[in-house]
């Protein structure tokens, strides 16, 4: 076997066998193929796409690329949840500790965010003293007092993943589908769960747009979890407009205090909710869907799940007296209120504007590695679909005087006031078959 036949069979159109898949990521893993051979194969993929049992082959050796995570001492059921991103979703957040109040453990590994949308890691560390780079060892150790571990990805883990990213990013081989199931599943497969909730999004600040490109994802997510033998459920959910009332590192920290606390926004907590209720039911904490939710959200009005929260900020290195003092959150220098135009209907219409601009204030990262600002945002003064008049406040920026010019731009262009609206269902779909 050898990294030229390999990739021409993908471009023959042929299907990769399972030795083959094997081979070239053992390989390239350990540098004996060098990088413009997976550049190669990465476009072949794109273009050619896999079918179904190949992409499963290519995704159990992209996990054998690495260590697996064993908490041999927990004895729960292990669940996590993914989402694909977007604008103001800190569900992980809230959901986490309520997931560990209700008798299920979460070892949670999380991204950090970068062009237009955010990431669990940065908003984590808004927390005062948090530490999201565990070791294994500090993991497990989290995992097994508090019933909850949140990190990063370490070099130990999937790294077929962390290579093959690096270059689709520099590459432009990121929206393919097999490349974002395979690349997101492998990392999660690592963790040994028992039961998975995947939230496919789809809108403008989706990572696909249009809802057919997301369907296509969630069914091939599904197929693909289920074949590895984790209990799955994919939904659909909207990211047309952003989730909440406040996207940015450290006001999103602060609404998922809120919710911890038995209010927040609604659509937050529905989220909450359901995909924890959902998770309950596949771990067998809950006869069914309506059970869960109701289970989840006595864990978010009783402070079990915020209780829960405290002991994860404590175990992780920060500072747990910012739940009840917020004014050791960051907090930014100045605000500015911007208000519409017009007459009309309020309605979100290029959600990715809206990420950009909190990247050019400074609370996203144009590259890797870049520092962000934990304390800059936008908070949403209206809801999508509201009627507005003109001159009435809609949005305010949190800021530091940093980007401020190319934020007022892209936020001018990521909402319309329209004659008429209405909103995009929050849930499209939920499929566990
Ligand atoms: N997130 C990932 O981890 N991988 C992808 O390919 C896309 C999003």
Redesign the pocket.
């Known amino acids: 076997m050898d990294a030229r036949s390999i990739l021409r069979t993908k471009r023959d159109g042929g299907v990769l066998a399972r030795e083959e898949s094997e081979f070239f990521l053992r390989e390239y893993v350990a540098g004996r193929i060098p990088e413009h051979f997976a550049s190669a194969l990465l476009a072949l993929i794109f273009v050619r796409g896999m079918e179904q049992g190949e992409l499963a082959d290519w995704t159990r050796a992209m996990l054998d690329s690495g260590e697996r995570l064993a908490f041999p001492r927990v004895e729960l059921p292990k669940v996590d949840k993914h989402s ?2 977007g604008i103001g979703d800190k569900v992980s957040i809230p959901l986490t500790p309520a997931l560990a109040a209700c008798g299920v453990a979460v070892p949670m590994i999380s ?1 950090r965010g970068l062009g237009h949308t955010g990431g669990t890691l940065d908003k984590l560390e808004a927390i005062p003293g948090f530490r999201t780079q565990l070791s294994s060892v500090e993991f497990a150790r989290c995992l097994e007092t508090v019933g909850v571990a949140l990190g990063g990805q370490t070099p130990e883990l999937v790294p077929a ?1 962390r290579k093959l ?1 690096a270059l ?1 990013d520099v590459t432009g081989l ?1 929206e393919s589908i097999p ?2 199931a395979s ?2 599943l492998s ?1 999660k497969l690592a963790e040994g769960l028992d039961a998975l909730v995947l939230d496919v999004k789809f809108g403008s600040g989706a ?1 696909l747009v249009e809802r057919e490109r997301g369907a296509e994802l969630a069914r091939t997510m599904l197929a693909l979890s289920q074949s590895m033998g984790v209990r799955t459920t994919v939904f659909q959910t909207c990211m047309s407009r952003p989730l909440g009332r406040k996207a940015g590192n450290a006001l999103e920290i602060e609404e998922s205090f809120d919710c911890l606390e038995g209010g927040g926004p609604s659509d937050l907590r529905e989220l909450v909710c359901l995909q924890g209720g959902e998770l309950l039911r596949l771990a067998g904490r809950a006869a069914d869907l309506d059970a869960g939710r109701a289970r989840i959200a006595r864990a978010l009005d009783d402070g079990s799940a915020r209780a829960v929260f405290a002991r994860v900020i404590e175990a992780q290195g920060g500072d747990p007296r910012c739940l009840d003092d917020r004014g050791l959150l960051p907090h930014a220098r100045e605000r500015e209120r911007l208000t519409a135009p017009a007459d009309g209907v309020f309605a979100w219409a290029d959600l990715r504007e809206l990420g950009l601009a909190i990247t050019a204030l400074g609370g996203g990262r144009k590259a890797l590695g870049d520092p962000i600002d934990p304390a800059v945002g936008v908070e949403f003064l209206v809801d999508d679909g509201a009627r507005v008049r003109r001159g009435e406040p809609v949005l305010e920026l949190h800021h530091s005087g940093i980007g401020l010019d190319e934020a007022r731009r892209r936020i001018a262009a990521s909402f319309e006031v329209r004659a008429e609206h209405r909103p995009d269902p929050l849930v499209l779909t939920r499929s566990n078959a």
């Open positions: 694909t991103g991204g993943d990213y689709r990121i490349l974002i690349s997101i990392k990572f």
